[in-house]
């Protein structure tokens, strides 16, 4: 009888169900278009390259500060605050830290391009926003979308965590 008690007690040790877990992963998608250094809550975690990930195991429950800053200057590229539950798998991505606000002032519809990709159409007197320019040089260039002639050029050199601003007129 004591043999089938103890049968029967490690059976159910082994029957127990499993416990939730109270950690999660962050993964870290770098698109800004230069080498970051990762802080969680101030803490330096990962180097992540760009078009890169890292993923951090075992973060606690609640809410984390995600930093993200370029690495040869130190300057504040992202800071996200994200609320993780047990064993969630959240993803953040790090995007382009510059915009371009650009004003058409020219007379006609005009069509924005990115280093040769097509953005979108731009109405006269209307103000729009090219979001998460990343790092590095780049060309935009205006053209009249009737005549597909290149209207306006413009090269700016992304260094920082900034608003250019683009006025196209005649």
């Known amino acids: 009888m004591a043999a089938m008690l103890g049968l029967f007690w490690l059976s159910s040790v082994s029957c127990k169900s499993p416990t939730s877990s109270t950690t999660a992963t962050i993964t870290v998608i770098n698109s800004c278009g230069a080498t970051i250094i990762l802080y ?8 992540v390259e760009s078009g890169s990930s890292d993923t951090l195991e075992s973060i ?8 993200a800053k370029k690495s040869d200057t130190g300057v504040l590229v ?3 605050t994200v ?5 969630a798998a959240v993803s953040v991505t790090i995007p382009g830290p510059a915009s371009l606000r650009v004003t058409n ?4 519809l005009l069509s924005i391009y990115l280093d040769g990709t097509y953005l979108g159409d731009i109405g006269d007197q209307i103000t729009q926003t090219v979001l998460s320019i990343t790092f590095g040089t ?3 260039t205006a053209e ?5 002639t290149v209207v306006a050029t413009v090269t700016i050199n992304v260094t920082d965590v900034t608003t250019y601003t683009w006025t196209i007129t005649q």
């Open 40 to 47: 969680l809550d101030g803490t330096q975690k990962a180097t």
């Open 60 to 67: 606690t429950v609640g809410s984390h500060l995600i930093e």
């Open 78 to 80: 992202s800071s996200k």
């Open 83 to 87: 609320t993780v539950t047990a064993g």
């Open 105 to 108: 002032q020219y007379g006609e």
């Open 138 to 140: 780049h060309v935009f």
């Open 144 to 148: 009249t979308k009737t005549s597909t």
